[in-house]
């Protein structure tokens, strides 16, 4: 891994050079996104039930919950920043996630801790969403994991990368909602249950689409007797 990191480094040193950074949103040169076009993303941040997507008037995370849903999943929250839908939203999660930009995974994730910020987050862990090995080696890094490892540290929570995925899944993105929603079913297991247990939980991942990863996720963690489970994502 040490090595892969130096090389991504210096690949990212080189497309430094070769392409100067330019803001996604506005192509202002010296960012790659500026303030102006900060803000524009970032003063959406909700607190939703993942199921029906309406807002949970709480600001304590232990209690959050629709009562509408609350038995039809295991997650009782999720936090996004932004829309997936807007192009620049796109850009950024894309040029992050097949670019390795490191300055754009620090942006992220600031707006996903500020997002959480807002709330009582005490008691709660960071677990990463994990990346299936074989997708692990091409990528040479797991997304969700840079995000929840920045996370972790900027609002003083632990982290415990536990889960391991087992099971190869389409990216969700190519499939129809109905492939979808069938789709990560016994894809994931907990390889430390020891680290989790009777513990609080947000899963952090990119970009929220059916939810059935996090719901997969969730599922696994519950066996293994974690309390509340909640989610952080970037984008919807
Ligand atoms: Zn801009
Ligand atoms: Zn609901």
Do not use: W
């Amino acid at each position: 891994m040490k090595s892969k990191s130096l090389i991504l480094s210096i690949k990212n040193y080189l497309l430094d050079v070769l392409f100067p950074k330019q803001c996604l949103g506005c192509k202002k040169e010296g960012f790659f996104l500026c303030q102006d076009c900060i803000v524009k993303i970032s003063s959406l941040s909700r607190l939703v039930c993942p199921v029906c997507l309406k807002g949970l008037p709480t600001t304590d995370l232990s209690q959050a919950k629709c009562n509408t849903h609350f038995k039809k999943t295991k997650i009782k929250f999720l936090a996004y920043t932004t829309f997936y839908e807007n192009p620049l939203v796109r850009k950024l999660v894309s040029s992050f996630k097949y670019r390795y930009i490191q300055e754009i995974s620090s942006i992220l994730s600031k707006l996903m801790a500020e997002n959480l910020k807002q709330y009582k987050l005490e008691g709660f862990i960071i677990v990463p969403v994990p990346l299936y090995p074989k997708k692990l080696n091409e990528r040479g890094f797991n997304q969700a994991e840079l995000l929840a490892k920045d996370i972790s540290s900027s609002l003083d929570l632990p982290m415990e990368n536990v889960l391991q995925k087992i099971k190869s899944t389409p990216s969700q993105t190519e499939l129809s909602s109905k492939e979808r929603k069938l789709n990560p079913k016994d894809a994931f297991l907990c390889f430390a249950p020891e680290r989790i247990r009777g513990k609080n939980i947000i899963l952090v991942d990119d970009v929220f689409t059916t939810g059935a990863t996090l719901e997969e996720c969730a599922k696994t963690l519950k066996q293994y007797g974690v309390k509340i489970i909640g989610a952080v994502v970037f984008a919807r």
